[in-house]
């Protein structure tokens, strides 16, 4: 049985960030991360499958486009929320993490969500991986089915913080975040599922971020990570 989104959305996202993203945000976050064999985990690895609750209604399979372009804003974000002015990237990536698990068919599109989405973003398109957050939402045929079931979503945020790995390779070398400011952040959490005839479900969820804070700027995002890192 599978809940509104699929295992390999919303979670954690198998296909990673691609290769010239990767490259940069390896490069110039951290420049010790080729040294540090579980930030290159992080960096690389592949999916981080979640198992689905029992009590989820069956959904058609099939994933996103990964090359799907961003929707035009005018489009509007339905119930997606606008990003928070929050200067501190652990602050920043839990409110991201309850906008990524957190959805309601009933009053928002898919392209709502995906503009809503968007808007969290880094504007700085050598960082920002728009395909790992894109790839979060199913195609347009899962999304109606999900519509057609009103289901919804909300997510409780029990903690976040930088992997062992992230710190390690920033207390080597402090200086080298200084170029694109991309700190990495495990955040972890509860995400409620609810859908038609008083149907619902729950179960834990854990995601790692990269989040973009330049000083004097409020943060961004700028990827999911293939697979969490605690």
Known sequence: MRKLFPSSSLSSYGSGWSTNQRIAIGATVVAVLLALAGVVALLTGGGNGQQTPDAAPPAPTGGPSHSEAAPKP?????????????????????????????YDTRDTSRDQQLAGMRAWMTTETKYA???????????????SRMADQDQHATAHITEGHYPGAFKQALAEDPSAITEA????????????????????????RAVTLAVQCRPNHDCTLAAIAPSVTQ
């Open 74 to 102: 005018s489009s509007g974000s339905g119930s997606v929320p606008k990003p928070p002015q929050i200067a501190e990237p652990v602050a920043y990536a839990k409110a991201a993490a309850q906008m990524l698990w957190s």
């Open 129 to 143: 991986d728009w395909t790992s957050v894109a790839g979060q939402v199913p195609d347009p045929v899962l999304w």
């Open 181 to 204: 400011y991309i700190y990495v952040v495990t955040v972890n959490g509860k995400q409620t599922l609810s859908w038609k005839k008083g149907g619902g479900g729950a179960e834990e």
